[in-house]
């Protein structure tokens, strides 16, 4: 078992770029998903100007 974490030798350098990777990976998800929350904001701001504006 240690040998397949060794992975001849280079085990550090393979398993440290998995793990930044993975990290990498959850940052964009996070990013996604603040960049979403912000679009839904600006455009239920902008239909509620349209309402008001047809209303006026």
């Known amino acids: 078992m240690s ?3 060794a992975m001849g030798g280079h085990g550090f350098f393979i398993w440290m770029s998995f ?3 993975a990290l990498f990976m959850v ?3 996070i990013a996604v998903k ?3 929350q912000t679009v839904l904001k600006q455009l ?3 239909a ?3 309402l ?3 209303q006026s």
Do not use: N, P, Q, Y
């Open 52 to 54: 008001r504006k047809a």
């Open 48 to 50: 509620r100007a349209d």
């Open 34 to 36: 603040r960049s979403r």
């Open 27 to 29: 940052i964009e998800v």
């Open 19 to 21: 793990g930044v990777t």
């Open 44 to 46: 239920l701001r902008l």
């Open 3 to 5: 040998d397949f974490f």
